[in-house]
């Protein structure tokens, strides 16, 4: 088993910035790549980004490339998302999540998910 623990979400105003952190805990060899997803109300869940822990390859959403960054801390078992010129429509409830495959940007490819950080935008 693996446990995923989030912070880091809040309110900003547009143009702001937020980091979001996942701890990650448990069967953690198992890990191979580690991603971001939101859901906003009345929207169905979006992949954001995802890096593997093991090289560091990073992959992003054409929504938030150039605004958004992943990265991780191996010697913490840790990886955050940098969200930097935050856009009103950022607004969503966030989720990190991991898994033992190489690739996938649907949330049907990650097995472990946290529990959720709410990120709101105002405008």
């Known amino acids: 088993q693996v446990q995923l623990v989030e912070s880091g979400g809040g309110l900003v105003q547009a143009g702001g910035s937020l980091r979001l952190s996942c701890a990650v805990s448990?069967?953690?060899?198992?890990?191979?790549?580690m991603g971001w997803f939101r859901h906003a109300p009345g929207k169905e869940r979006e992949f954001v980004a995802f890096i593997r822990w093991i090289g560091g390859i990073t992959y992003y959403a054409d929504s938030v490339k150039g605004r958004f960054t992943i990265s991780r801390d191996n010697a913490k078992n840790t990886f955050y998302l940098q969200m930097n010129s935050l856009k009103p429509e950022d607004t969503a409830v966030y989720y990190c999540?991991?898994?033992?495959?190489?690739?996938?940007?649907?949330?049907?490819?990650?097995?472990?998910w946290g529990q959720g950080t709410q990120v709101t935008v105002s405008s």
């Open positions: 999540a991991v898994d033992d495959a190489p690739y996938g940007k649907t949330q049907y490819e990650y097995h472990y």
């Open positions: 448990g069967r953690t060899f198992s890990v191979y790549k």
